[in-house]
């Protein structure tokens, strides 16, 4: 049978009048308009039950505080106390996680960019987590060479950073381990590194670490989660990136860098 050429093709194709293009097209931007209210109603729906569920959590948090005020340090309930306290601040965390992941999604995530002094957001980050660095406990070293530059950045967002980084290790790093924050010079940006004596983490399960999505069984050291989603949308929207050097049975490191502060900006930490 003769083939037929795209002439012949064209010829024979059944052709698309004026009136049917632009019904095809009203039709796309009809459904484009559904897909982004549809969107715009998720990310409405996912900030509400964020709020109401943080409204909630706190006032477990502060009821429970209350009541630890009474307990003494080793008296009955106290572990429980501390477990309904650090669940509640995990949730929160999670709700915030969850608003902050829509907004790095469709590119809304807001960062400050004004100078600050290293030091101060790493004790930051650090005195957060010390109420389960020694309940485990660990040991969390800090290691800050004098030549570090001020960074452009929201303070409380690389606050946040690396607390997540310190909280990922902690919860994989066996008791009596150590933990390792540093930070150094790096060309125009400061490196900033969260090192464990943990498990570590394969060669093949590396690239998963920063997905949206993360698979349904995650291996051990595979921890972060949506935490880890956010984490790198704070980095990158920074202007910095983000990555993991590690192998089984030698710990993890987590690195992110961060653009110095021009010396025209005044440091404000």
Do not use: Y
């Amino acid at each position: 049978m003769p083939r037929r050429s795209k002439a012949d093709a064209d010829r024979h194709a059944p052709r698309v009048d004026g009136a049917e293009r632009e019904r095809l097209e009203e039709q796309c931007q009809r459904l484009e308009r559904r897909a982004e209210a549809a969107e715009r109603m998720l990310r409405e729906t996912v900030s509400t039950i964020s709020h109401d569920l943080r409204n909630s959590l706190s006032v477990i948090v502060v009821s429970a505080r209350m009541l630890m005020r009474s307990v003494p340090q080793e008296g009955p309930g106290r572990r429980q106390l501390d477990a309904i306290t650090r669940a509640a601040d995990e949730i929160n965390q999670l709700a915030q996680d969850l608003v902050d992941a829509m907004s790095i999604e469709n590119g809304s995530l807001k960062v400050g960019k004004g100078a600050h002094e290293v030091e101060p957001i790493l004790d930051r980050a650090i005195e957060l987590v010390a109420p389960t660095v020694a309940l485990k406990p660990l040991e969390i070293a800090k290691e800050l060479p004098h030549d570090v530059p001020p960074i452009a950045c929201d303070r409380e967002r690389i606050v946040q950073v690396i607390a997540t980084l310190l909280g990922n290790a902690m919860r994989f790093t066996p008791k009596g381990g150590r933990i390792t924050v540093r930070a150094e010079p790096s060309g125009t940006d400061a490196r900033f590194s969260v090192s464990d004596t943990g498990p570590g983490i394969s060669p093949d399960q590396q690239p998963l670490l920063f997905a949206r999505h993360a698979p349904p069984r995650r291996p051990l050291g595979q921890g972060m989660g949506l935490a880890a989603f956010v984490t790198k949308g704070i980095v990158e929207a920074h202007g910095g990136t983000i990555w993991v050097e590690s192998a089984p049975g030698h710990g993890s490191t987590f690195f992110f860098t961060i653009p110095a502060a021009g010396l025209s900006v005044r440091a404000t930490s």
